[in-house]
């Protein structure tokens, strides 16, 4: 069973920063994609921002692109979102997906994704 806990969302103002945390149970799998997703209230469900497992590959939306950075930290286990210059309608709520032994390097699919987390929210202010 594979568990993914979102952590790092919060309130921040417009141009700012905020790094979102996903800490997932991969130990036993060997080829993955973790990916970003974000909600806003009334939408549906966005692609953001997805990784291969070992880090050579990332694809980001293009509403995020030169200010989002998806990242992974050498013990494999927690997948970063760093997110710059941020906008009103960077609101949402964030999801951490993982797709176990994925079809393409990095999905960019919600179908794909086969474990999601909770979410985090993430608001910006103007």
């Known amino acids: 069973q594979v568990q993914l806990v979102e952590s790092g969302g919060g309130l921040v103002q417009v141009g700012g920063s905020l790094t979102l945390s996903c800490a997932a149970s991969l130990r036993s799998f060997s080829r993955y994609a973790m990916g970003w997703f974000r909600q806003a209230p009334g939408k549906e469900r966005k692609f953001v921002a997805a990784?291969?497992?070992?880090?050579?590959?990332?694809k980001y939306g293009d509403s995020v692109k030169g200010r989002f950075t998806i990242s992974r930290d050498t013990t494999k286990i927690t997948t970063y979102l760093q997110m710059n210059s941020l906008k009103p309608e960077d609101t949402a709520i964030y999801y951490c997906a993982a797709d176990i032994d994925p079809l393409v390097n990095v999905p960019q699919l919600r179908g794909s994704y086969d474990y999601w987390g909770q979410g985090t929210q993430v608001t910006v202010s103007s």
């Open positions: 990784i291969r497992w070992d880090g050579g590959t990332t």
